[in-house]
């Protein structure tokens, strides 16, 4: 167990729809991180957050929304869903000045 | 910006072999650079990381990666290979500042034959 929590493990949803995912970070950990993985483009810096606000911006589309919630979980908002939104997502989280995260088990979504 | 090239998708080695990574790096300023390792269905677990100071960096399961500014690599070796140490592999970079995300390469995938 890493200490991030992320949930739900398995998604499987349809096109069109919306889905939320859930990060928990390490405790004490400030920051978190959004990553795609995917077959075609690896791994993918979406968007990071640091004590509930956004810092930097990767490649994340604009149906895809973030954010930290004061008690420091982040949600990942996936909306109006493609067949090539399938992935896994990760969640990770870092201390104030680290380098190197903790990364989540994932959460695989799938959309058929 | 920074980039991660990873030679060799991959790499297979018979136990008890030498395992060795290669991962080349571009940045324009001076990178951090960090080895992850993914095992089938589960997250990515930190190996080791260069930010500052020695070269040479040991990390856990026995693995360690030198940090070579003239040929832009930081290669990934482990003196003699273990059944447990198939996964995949990610060499990754990124640059000092405010912001910490990674860039990573496409991943190198280690088979360990008997």
Same mark, same amino acid.
């Given at each position: 167990?890493?200490?991030?929590?992320?949930?739900?493990?398995?998604?499987?949803?349809?096109?069109?729809? +919306?889905?939320? !995912?859930?990060?928990?970070? +390490?405790?004490?950990?400030?920051?978190? %991180?959004? %990553? &795609? &993985?995917?077959?075609?483009?690896?791994? &993918?810096?979406?968007? &990071?957050?640091?004590?509930?606000?956004? +810092?930097?911006?990767?490649?994340?589309?604009? +149906?895809?929304?973030?954010?930290?919630?004061?008690?420091?979980?982040?949600?990942?908002?996936?909306?109006?869903?493609?067949?090539?939104?399938?992935?896994? %997502?990760?969640?990770?989280?870092?201390?104030?000045?680290? %380098?190197?995260?903790?990364?989540?088990?994932?959460?695989? !979504?799938?959309?058929? | 910006?920074?980039? /991660?090239?990873?030679?060799?998708?991959?790499?297979? /080695?018979?136990?008890?072999?030498?395992?060795?990574?290669?991962?080349?790096?571009?940045?324009?300023? #001076? #990178?951090?650079?960090?080895?992850?390792?993914?095992?089938?269905?589960?997250?990515?677990?930190?190996?080791?990381?260069?930010?500052?100071?020695?070269?040479? /960096?040991?990390?856990?399961?026995?693995?360690?990666?030198?940090?070579?500014?003239?040929?832009?690599?930081?290669?990934?070796?482990? #003196?003699?290979?273990?059944?447990?140490?198939?996964?995949?592999?990610?060499?990754? /970079?990124?640059?000092?500042?405010?912001?910490?995300?990674?860039?990573?390469?496409?991943?190198?995938?280690?088979?360990?034959?008997?």
């Amino acid at each position: 167990d890493s200490g991030v929590t992320q949930t739900p493990k398995h998604l499987i949803t349809a096109t069109g729809q +919306r889905v939320t !995912l859930r990060c928990s970070p +390490r405790s004490g950990d400030l920051s978190v %991180y959004w %990553y &795609q &993985q995917s077959l075609d483009q690896g791994l &993918q810096f979406l968007i &990071q957050y640091y004590n509930g606000e956004e +810092r930097a911006k990767g490649n994340i589309l604009e +149906r895809f929304s973030a954010q930290q919630f004061p008690d420091l979980h982040s949600e990942l908002n996936l909306s109006s869903l493609e067949l090539g939104d399938s992935a896994l %997502y990760f969640c990770a989280s870092s201390p104030q000045d680290g %380098y190197g995260y903790t990364f989540g088990s994932g959460t695989r !979504l799938t959309v058929v | 910006a920074q980039s /991660v090239t990873q030679l060799g998708s991959h790499v297979s /080695v018979s136990e008890g072999a030498l395992v060795l990574l290669r991962c080349n790096y571009s940045s324009s300023v #001076p #990178p951090y650079l960090f080895w992850y390792v993914q095992y089938p269905n589960q997250g990515l677990q930190l190996l080791l990381k260069y930010t500052t100071g020695a070269t040479l /960096v040991k990390g856990i399961n026995g693995f360690e990666a030198e940090f070579k500014k003239s040929e832009t690599s930081f290669h990934l070796t482990k #003196p003699s290979a273990h059944m447990s140490d198939a996964a995949e592999y990610f060499c990754a /970079v990124t640059i000092s500042g405010s912001a910490r995300q990674l860039t990573f390469g496409s991943g190198t995938q280690l088979t360990v034959l008997p």
